[in-house]
C-alpha cells in the first residue's frame, strides 16, 4: 500500500493521539486514509473527526519519515509558541484597556486617544526591558 507525504503527515499527527478535522489540505489525505483503513471517522467535539486505527499506527511505523517526523515536531513548537504569544498579546491588550479606562476619568481623552496613548508607552517599556 502506497501513502503520499501528505497521508503520513496527517497519520503521524494522528499517532501521536490528535484528532483531526478533514478541513484544507487535509480533507484528501484523511479520506483516503479513511478508505485505507488506517483512519475512522468519530464525531467529536460537535463535528466529525479522524483519529487513527491499529492498521493506521502499524503503518505510520512502517513508513516513519524522520524528516516529516522532526517537520511535524517543529510545527508543534511553532503552534505552542503563537498560542503563548496570543495569550500574552490578549494580556497586554485588556492590561491597556484597564490602563485607558482609569485614565480617561482624569484627562478626559476618549478611549481610543487613550488605549494609543498607553500602547506607545507600554512599548517603550517593554523595548527596555529587552535591551536591559
Known amino acids: ?3 503520499t507525504s501528505d497521508e ?3 497519520l503521524m499527527i494522528a499517532e501521536r493521539g490528535e484528532h483531526l478535522l478533514a478541513i484544507g489540505r487535509w480533507a484528501g489525505p484523511c479520506a ?3 478508505g485505507k483503513g488506517l483512519l475512522q ?3 467529536i467535539a460537535g463535528g466529525d473527526q479522524y483519529t487513527i486505527t491499529d492498521a493506521g499506527r502499524v503503518a505510520a511505523e512502517k513508513a516513519d519519515d524522520s524528516n516529516l517526523g522532526a ?3 517543529q510545527g508543534s513548537q511553532v503552534g505552542t509558541a503563537q498560542k503563548s504569544a496570543r495569550d500574552h ?8 484597556c484597564d490602563a485607558a479606562r482609569d485614565s480617561v476619568k482624569i484627562t478626559g ?12 508607552v507600554a512599548m517603550r517599556r517593554a523595548l527596555e ?4
Open 8 to 10: 503520513l503527515a496527517v
Open 32 to 34: 483516503s486514509l479513511t
Open 71 to 73: 517537520m511535524i515536531e
Open 1 to 3: 500500500m502506497t501513502i
Open 109 to 120: 481623552d476618549s478611549l481610543a486617544t487613550a488605549v494609543r496613548k498607553w500602547a506607545d
Open 129 to 132: 526591558l529587552l535591551n536591559g
Open 41 to 43: 471517522k468519530n464525531f
Open 89 to 96: 498579546s490578549e494580556q497586554a491588550a485588556k492590561e491597556l
